[in-house]
Structures are given as C-alpha cells and as structure tokens.
C-alpha cells in the first residue's frame, strides 16, 4: 500500500491540513493518509493544547474520510520524536507499505537541516504542496533530496494554527476554518480562549 504520513503540531488543525492531505492523496493515489501530531516538535515551543487534545481534535478533524487515519506513536512515545526515528520504526512495522511524507512548502525550505535526511530521503519520498508565503523552490535543496520530492497542486490556503490561535485569542471566529468537530472541541474545552485554563 502507498501511504502518506502527515506530521504536524496540529495546534489545533484546520482546513488547510485536510486540503494538503487531500491534494497529496488524489494525486498520488495513495491509499491512506496517516495524521500524525507530534508530541514535541524539535523546531517548535510548547503547544497550546495538550497531547491528549490535539489527537483528540485531529480525529475530530478527519473523521468520515475513508481513507484518513490518526497515528498517534509520537505523541503516546512522549519526548522529542525525530521523523526518522518514526519512519525507521514504521518501516520496521509495515515493511511492505511505500511511505510518503506530505509537507507545506514552508517545511520544504528546511527539508536540508532534518535530522539523518540523507537515510530518510533514502527510505521514503516527500510531497511537497504550495503555501502562501512561502516559494516552493526546489532548485533550492540538493539533488539528494529535491529527487525525492513531488509536487501535488492543492488550492492555496492562507490558514494556519497560529493565526487560529490568535483570533481565539481576540475572541474572534474560527468558523470553516477548522471543521466543526474542531470547532465544538476548541468552544467546549475554551481552548487558545482569553480565560486561562487548569492544564495538568
Ligand atoms: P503553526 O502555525 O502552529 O505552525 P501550522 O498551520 O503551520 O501551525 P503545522 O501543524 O505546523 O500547522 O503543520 C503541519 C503540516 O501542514 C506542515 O507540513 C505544514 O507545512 C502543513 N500546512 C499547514 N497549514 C498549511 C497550509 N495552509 N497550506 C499548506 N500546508 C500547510
Ligand atoms: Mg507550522
């Protein structure tokens, strides 16, 4: 089977995240798309939600899809997961799937400073989809690694988690732009609201 593995905070996800997994899954014909939050991202602060709930609001987020799964090995391994820690015990798990790694443009650029890309752009390949703000220039990385990324056409989307977060924060509406389950998850646990929550 060809499955596509989508990593992100998902702080919370929206949209955006459901489109590019989309894009990269018709494209590509892959066979399932596996959403896969992070516990701690190596390049990011501490999230907003907890672990618990931002795996809770990305189910939420892809239910009713077919072929749309949560992998929530990050996020239950706890600490700081390196992408080719995942995809080495994924690989070892399910040796005869074809993994691809979807990602944003913007996550594209850093694709060079991943850590082991030389072994990981051996073991699967990217699909890299457009992002506004961001070129998606791969003339940019080298050979190695810009011969293992494709490129899937997606409708530009300019939503992101933290724009989600701030207009939260202003009190402002995150209607249609994340689905209503997210949305009813982030209104019913006063998510990224003005009130501070008890967090343990
Ligand atoms: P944050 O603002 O907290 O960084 P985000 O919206 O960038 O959140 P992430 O969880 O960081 O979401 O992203 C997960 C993956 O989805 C990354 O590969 C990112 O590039 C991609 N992505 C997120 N939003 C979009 C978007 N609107 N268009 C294209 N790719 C996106
Ligand atoms: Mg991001």
Redesign the pocket.
Same mark, same amino acid.
């Given at each position: 089977m060809k499955i596509g593995i989508?990593? @992100?905070?998902?702080?919370p996800p929206?949209i955006?995240?459901l489109l590019?997994a989309e894009a990269a899954r018709d494209a590509y014909s892959l066979d399932e798309v596996w959403f896969m939050p992070s516990h701690i991202p190596p390049h990011k602060q501490a999230a907003g939600a907890t672990g618990a709930e931002r795996l809770a609001m990305t189910e939420a987020a892809l239910a009713g899809h077919p072929a749309f799964r949560i992998l929530d090995v990050e996020i239950r391994k706890g600490g700081v997961s390196y992408t080719i820690d995942t995809v080495r015990g994924l690989q070892d798990l399910h040796p005869a799937h074809d993994f691809f790694f979807?990602?944003?443009?913007?996550?594209v650029e850093y694709l060079p400073k991943w850590r082991e890309i030389n072994e990981l752009a051996e073991r699967l390949t990217f699909i890299g989809? @457009?992002?506004p703000g961001t070129l998606l220039d791969l003339a940019q990385l080298p050979d190695y690694i810009a011969s293992k990324v494709l490129l899937a056409d997606m409708p530009l989307?300019?939503?992101?988690?933290?724009v989600i977060r701030q207009r939260r924060a202003e009190g402002k509406s995150i209607r249609y732009m994340v689905p209503d389950a997210v949305l009813e998850f982030v209104q019913r646990s006063g998510l990224y609201g003005l009130q501070p929550r008890s967090v343990n």
């Open positions: 989508m990593g @992100g905070t998902f702080d929206h955006g995240h590019v979807i990602i944003g443009a913007d996550m989809v @457009g992002r989307v300019d939503i992101s988690s933290t």
